[in-house]
């Protein structure tokens, strides 16, 4: 499985940007789709996610202000992101968990940066 991540770009405080995350193969039977940030000197962490039932779960940072979605139809996943701030400056990866043969498969996107100037 690829995941190919994109959307990412230079933006202003307060504008908006709208990351895509195409797979390769099918997502709709994906147990979890999300999105990770990585700051310079940081760990990567979780931003968004959505399950096979669409669920969602969102870090605490952006509630509110990010929307995680998915189209199974077009095998993607996008992050909504708006009102961003300079602290949400980073490089976001789209992250994917499928459950088979009684072990988890985690599959990583290559990264789209993210930076928004103050």
């Known amino acids: 499985v690829q995941l190919q991540a994109s959307g990412g770009g230079l933006v202003r405080a307060g504008g908006s940007l709208r990351l895509s995350c195409a797979a390769s193969?099918?997502?709709?039977?994906?147990?979890?789709m999300g999105w990770y940030c990585q700051a310079p000197g940081k760990q990567r962490e979780l931003v968004a996610s959505?399950?096979?039932?669409?669920?969602?779960n969102y870090a605490d940072s952006v509630k509110g202000r990010f929307t995680i979605s998915r189209d199974n139809a077009k095998n993607s996943v996008y992050l909504q992101m708006n009102s961003l701030k300079p602290e949400d400056t980073a490089v976001y990866y789209c992250?994917?968990?499928?459950?088979?043969?009684?072990?988890?498969?985690?599959?990583w996107g290559q990264g789209t940066q993210v930076t928004v100037s103050s």
């Open positions: 959505i399950t096979s039932d669409g669920s969602t």
């Open positions: 193969e099918s997502i709709f039977s994906a147990n979890l």
């Open positions: 992250n994917r968990v499928d459950y088979s043969d009684s072990r988890f498969h985690i599959y």
